[in-house]
């Protein structure tokens, strides 16, 4: 099926740096979700973007909706050991058609 | 506040015995209901998605089938496993366009 380009693939980072990373797509979309899963877990909502520009934060967490409304950057600052695992983008098109499009994830891993 | 339920959380079957998945979602009233897959280190892929009591839709041909008996039930099936049905199972439930996933269920078929 149809993903979205996610980048960069995989992070090693020291802990207490930030980090970024981003998913592109060639097509518009109206909803920006990111999400974290853990090893053997359900991916588990961070952020929820809805029009574009859009800049929300969580905590330590910071996602935008890109304006061409075909990307969305998730920020993650002062990173510590907890944040280790993946880290999904998904778009939705438009409200009602219920096929949420998936990135291909950032693996993120902390160096303490 | 919505919680959603899924079991069991690890599942080995042999090839060519049935399965049945089962997902409950608590707190809300008609949610969009999913089943979606996850083979190991890859994406999520949509297999069936339910707006109502009743009402399946599939997304790709395969081994296994999806039924929505109650309002928010939502249950994953196969007559028979295959080898390639081996996989990490998810349910999720929608509202205002944000997506709630399960715990989720790895299936090792042998």
């Known amino acids: 099926g149809q993903q979205l380009n996610q980048s960069p693939q995989s992070m090693f980072i020291q802990e207490g740096e930030d980090v970024s990373m981003n998913c592109t797509s060639s097509?518009?979309?109206?909803?920006w979700l990111w999400y974290k899963q853990d090893p053997g877990e359900g991916p588990v909502l961070l952020i929820a973007l809805y029009k574009a520009g859009e800049l929300t934060s969580n905590g330590r967490l910071t996602a935008q909706f890109g304006i061409t409304r075909k990307d969305s950057f998730l920020n993650i600052s002062a990173s510590i050991p907890s944040d280790v695992g993946i880290y999904f983008c998904?778009?939705?098109?438009?409200?009602?058609?219920?096929?949420?499009?998936f990135g291909t994830g950032t693996r993120l891993k902390v160096l303490a | 506040s919505q919680t959603i339920h899924q079991w069991p959380a690890t599942l080995v079957q042999p090839v060519g015995s049935p399965l049945s998945l089962e997902c409950t979602v608590e707190g809300t009233s008609n949610p969009n209901l999913y089943w979606y897959r996850q083979a190991a280190g890859r994406g999520l892929q949509l297999l069936f998605y339910s707006v109502g009591i009743g009402q399946i839709s599939s997304e790709v041909p395969q081994n296994l089938s999806a039924s929505r008996p109650q309002d928010r039930q939502f249950i994953l099936s196969s007559k028979k496993l295959l080898l390639s049905d081996s996989g990490f199972y998810l349910c999720a439930w929608s509202r205002q366009e944000k997506l709630f996933f399960g715990s989720g269920t790895q299936l090792s078929v042998l």
């Open positions: 998904a778009g939705l098109r438009t409200s009602g058609t219920y096929k949420y499009i």
């Open positions: 097509s518009i979309f109206n909803t």
